[in-house]
């Protein structure tokens, strides 16, 4: 009515239902149109009238709904004579116009009853969910035995076991609570598994630069790695330096994200600087496609078997934040920021999340600039066993223009914290 606020209410409302009938009719006809000859009880217009009959049936006496709810009875057993009618002739079980037709029937209360928004959000998802038939077998054709393992187990992890845990501090000489421990396993998994779905569903055929993008925002560790050890199996070391320094740079990426989740106060303080790196990396890749823009591009995935959703290693993953949280008050009360700036170097070298992660959430105990810098060193010093890695397990041909590269951001890395 604040849109049609000079227009009779019921004259609006009725214009709706009508309007919002005939859309969902008009989708049942393009979808049987190309069709060989089936049962159907009708489309467009039938369903136009459908919900001119449930209007009609509830402004009639709209406080107790009686007449209404016998009208449902009625169209359930009409309908109910037909899937009888189409299952012995058609030998077809579908009840998809069925439910159709009962959602089209209630659109009057929902008019008159509900936002206009919440009216518009059910019937736009009836068109698309009518009209993804299709798509949904395709994707459904993509699922392996694995796929609703994994989903129970992200919905264990996240939605049974974290709302279970306390929130009071371990003890005292472990000021962390265990929903301090598992909100952080949840926010790493659950970036993992975003890349995971990335991979498989949206992008599957990506070559390797996607794919090692993809692989960053899970492990930049476990896809440098993997890329330097494909290296020595495929004539395309261009493409795979691109990959591990396209890698690298998503790892600031998800820092960023989960410095963002955990504490925005410590993201705003690394957004420039990362966005420095960021910049830095994406320039030095662009140099590297363009110098190799004339050679054969091969399309081959990177996957990792490493599964984040795995009970062992969650459980991993939460004991090392929390020895990491207890390290890291230690070396702050009895070493300063100068040993928390050591421990962010020799922790660099492993898995940065779990560190990464007892800072973000130890700003009370810990300046914020200290966080800021152990984050850049902790970054800098990951990317330099990376580049070790690269240079012990990948060929000899990638050194030339890798090693540039991961020099550049480390030298960076070290003048910001110069600065800083």
Known sequence: MEIFPNLPKE???FVFVVLFSLLIGLEQRRMHTKKEWELLFGTDRTLTLIGIFGYILYTIMPQTLWIFAGGGVLLTALLGIYYFNKTKLNNSWGITSILIALITYCLA?????????????????????????????????????????????????????????????????????????????????GISYLSYLLRKFVFPNSGIFLSAI???????????????????????????????????????????????????????KLLPYFLILIFLNVAYIGYLAYINRNKTREHSNVKST??????????????????????????????????INILSFIVGVTDIDPYILSLFQNSGNIHLTSIVSATIIASASNNLIKMLYAVILGDKSMRKTMIPGFVGLIVVSLVMIWIF
């Open 306 to 339: 490493k599964n984040p959703l795995e009970f062992k290693t969650a459980l991993l993953f939460a004991l090392l934040f929390a020895f990491f949280s207890v390290i890291t008050g230690f070396v702050m009360k009895n070493y300063g920021d100068m040993g």
């Open 109 to 189: 209360p929902l008019v008159y009853l509900k936002p206009l928004w919440e009216v518009l959000l059910v019937v736009v998802t009836i068109l698309i969910v009518v009209e993804i038939k299709e798509d949904l077998k395709k994707i459904t054709f993509k699922f392996d035995r694995n796929e609703f393992g994994l989903l129970a187990k992200f919905i264990i992890i996240s939605g049974i076991v974290l709302p279970l845990l306390p929130h009071k501090p371990i003890s005292d000489f472990i000021n962390i609570s265990l929903y301090q421990v598992w909100i952080s396993v949840v926010a790493v998994t």
């Open 11 to 13: 004259l609006v409302n």
């Open 214 to 268: 993809l692989g960053g925002l899970y492990s930049s560790t476990v896809t440098t790695i993997i890329l330097a050890k494909k290296s020595k199996e495929e004539a395309n070391s261009g493409q795979i330096v691109q990959g591990i320094l396209g890698a690298t740079g998503m790892m600031y990426i998800r820092l960023l994200i989960l410095a963002y989740i955990f504490n925005t106060s410590v993201a705003g």
